[in-house]
């Protein structure tokens, strides 16, 4: 199919909490949302670039940007059977995977949707209803952390997460697991260690934890590896991999055991196809990783999980948590920590257009 017009949309929605992690603080946010245009058909995608170049480089503005003047004037007219054919013109795009992800995210939404079958069936995903898990902010203490755990556990969900950071990890694990002897508890670090911090990992043993996410640089693999051989509990890496073959690196040196996977952070489906290859090849778990998204990006998060190798739940969570109103239908609510795969063609969600032309606070068109 010939791509004809690419649509970027900025809208402003505000979280229903305040979301601390170690390199910040997000409530309100700006959500990008990314339409493919072409035979008559139209898919959608969000981009996962934040405000902030806190978690990755690319913030919205340099994803506009390379959007609007690299990948858009490299694809749009071109006749497309494939999403690789796609990716294949955008090669000389050095990084901003976030950008090129969310152009190559929609494009197998417009193809899903042409063929009228759910996203999922085009990934060779193996499952439609997804279990999910929940990602907590670091809070104001260790009191509140124990209790909000408690409510997501009463919930259903089925893993709780905690973020930490130096002065806020060993007390908050231990609190929690404490109350919480048998759950499914992990923490995510957000790169906010060093290797000469692994007396404080290793303390985090203690506690029988799932994984221990991205504790070191967002860049290093080889102190990973290190730390790893020091830690009983497996790290699950985030930041660090960017690509299969980040993946492939990462496992064979030991850099962790596990994958957080994010289609944005590895340039799209195609890529994080092929990471998920090549975790199932190492018999390393993975699973779907969030930032924060709306109706659109979540939806694209459970198709993703479908795949065989998405063992362990992953932040794709109720999107009633994160929002007062949701601008897709149907609500992604999971039910009893479960998440049912929407089953329309494409992504299997709509947009609430009235809604979403409140929120809008810019939008640009351009055409082949
Ligand atoms: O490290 O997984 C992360 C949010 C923004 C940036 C990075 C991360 C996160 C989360 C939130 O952990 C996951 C979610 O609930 O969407
Ligand atoms: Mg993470």
Redesign the pocket.
Known sequence: MRIDQIEIRELAMRLRFR?E?SFGV?QDRRILLVRVRGDGGEGISECVA?EFPG?AYETRDTAWGVIRDFVAPAVLGREYHTPQQLLHDVRLVRGHNMAVAAVEMAFWDLQAKSLGVPLWHLLGGVRTEVPVG??LGIQASAEETVALAGEHLEQGYRRV?L?IKPGWDVDVVEAVREAFPNADLTV?A?SAYRLVDAATMRRLDAFGLSYI??PLAHDDLIDHAELQRQLSTAICL??SIHSAEDARKGLQIGAGRVI?V?VGRVRGYVAARRLHDVAVAFGAPVWC?????SGVGRAHNLHVSTMEGFVLPG???SASR?WEEDIVEPLLDAVDGVQRVPPGAGIGVELKHDLVERLTQRVETYSA
Request: glycine share 12%.
């Open positions: 979301f992690t997000e934040g978690y929940v990602s997460k973020k995510d957000n996410e991205q985030d930041e957080n994010k990783g969030g930032m924060l998204e932040d794709t969570s994160y």
